[in-house]
């Protein structure tokens, strides 16, 4: 008699590590003073969102007090918030742009 070399461990199952990191929501936040038109041009800067959509998603936070502007990993989405901060910023608007756990 050989052993089968049959696998006699106990079954300790183990996924298949697939790649998916956690997601952010980005966020605008309203405010009384920052243009219309400067929210839009930071969407489609800095977000890619086209013109019309942009026009929507600004108006949603105009009416709403804030909208969720795009899904990232971490790193993507701080680097969304400086660049809109820093924008912001540069051009005396105090525009607010956060960040949170999806
Ligand atoms: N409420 C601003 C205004 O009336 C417009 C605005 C929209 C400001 C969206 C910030 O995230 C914002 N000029």
């Known amino acids: 008699r050989f052993d ?6 106990l079954a300790t199952k183990t996924k298949p590590k697939t790649k998916r990191p956690p997601l952010y929501k980005v966020m605008l ?3 009384d003073y920052t243009p219309m ?3 839009i041009l930071v969407l489609e800067r800095f977000f890619a969102i086209g013109h ?3 026009t929507e998603i600004m108006l949603t936070v105009h009416k709403k ?3 969720v ?3 990232f990993p971490h790193e993507i989405a701080e680097t969304k918030v400086s660049q809109v901060m820093d924008f912001a910023q540069r051009h005396q608007h105090p525009l607010q742009c956060t960040m ?3």
Do not use: I, R, W, Y
């Not at 089968?4 to 461990?9: A, V």
């Open 29 to 31: 936040l309203n405010d």
């Open 52 to 54: 019309s959509q942009a």
């Open 37 to 39: 038109e400067f929210v």
């Open 100 to 102: 949170e756990k999806d």
């Open 69 to 71: 502007v795009g899904v």
């Open 65 to 67: 007090g804030l909208a």
């Open 4 to 9: 089968d070399g049959g696998d006699t461990s």
